[in-house]
T-cell receptor
């Protein structure tokens, strides 16, 4: 069974540009999460989808970040325009049940220069 | 709010020796605790979890964790360390929104484990 997959694995963009990260959850997992770890700090929650609905987006840092999950399958996280402080690792994760174990992907490593 | 603390930024141990990576928690209600590991340039991998039951939880790659309610701790342990265990270890606690029942994980700052040959 394939795990959570993320694309791209690494991205280097200039300040002010746009980047879109994609996540494919484990097949059959209705719950999809985005987390990020910036500058060697702790991993922080960004938001949670159940199917195509955003259940909790309390961790989204500002309106430069937009997450979508059309059709309840894969999800995208767009950063527009990117700032230097957005550099870090963006992890996507999924779980089958609402309170099930959360499985993470390999992460998308974003560097904004 | 639920939180976990990992007091050590780095733990150094020689191969073959036992290892302990510390985690303490602060929760309201029953704690649901997790350990994840991040190998170099890789994603987060689930190691083990404590929900209820035995205080000693066994997980992947020979790791185990001991839940201690009186000390509010959930330390990760392994009897004999391997060089390949060198990685970043994260403790996490489940935070459940009371009105929806939906969960999210709250992570510690991570502990780098370095196992020397």
């Amino acid at each position: 069974e394939a795990g959570v997959t993320q694309f791209p694995s690494h991205s280097v963009i200039e300040k002010g540009q746009t980047v879109t990260l994609r996540c494919d959850p484990i097949s059959g997992h209705d719950n999809l999460y985005w987390y990020r770890r910036v500058m060697g700090k702790e991993i922080k929650f960004l938001l949670h989808f159940v199917k195509e609905s955003k259940q909790d987006e309390s961790g989204m840092p500002n309106n430069r970040f937009l997450a979508e999950r059309t059709g309840g399958t894969y999800s995208t996280l767009k950063v527009q325009p990117a700032e230097l402080e957005d550099s870090g690792v963006y992890f996507c994760a999924s779980s089958h049940a609402t309170a099930g174990t959360i499985y993470f992907g390999e992460g998308s490593w974003l560097t904004v220069v | 709010a639920q939180s976990v603390a990992q007091p050590e930024d780095q733990v150094n141990v020689a191969e073959g020796n036992p290892l302990t990576v510390k985690c303490t928690y602060s929760v309201s209600g029953n704690p649901y605790l997790f350990w994840y590991v991040q190998y170099p340039n890789r994603g987060l991998q689930f190691l083990l979890k404590y929900i209820t039951g035995d205080n000693l939880v066994k997980g992947s790659y020979g790791f185990e964790a001991e839940f201690n309610k009186s000390q509010t701790s959930f330390h990760l342990k392994k009897p004999s360390a391997l060089v390949s265990d060198s990685a970043l270890y994260f403790c996490a606690v489940r935070d459940i929104t009371s009105n929806t029942g939906f969960q999210k994980l709250v992570f510690g700052t991570g502990t780098r484990l370095l196992v020397s040959p």
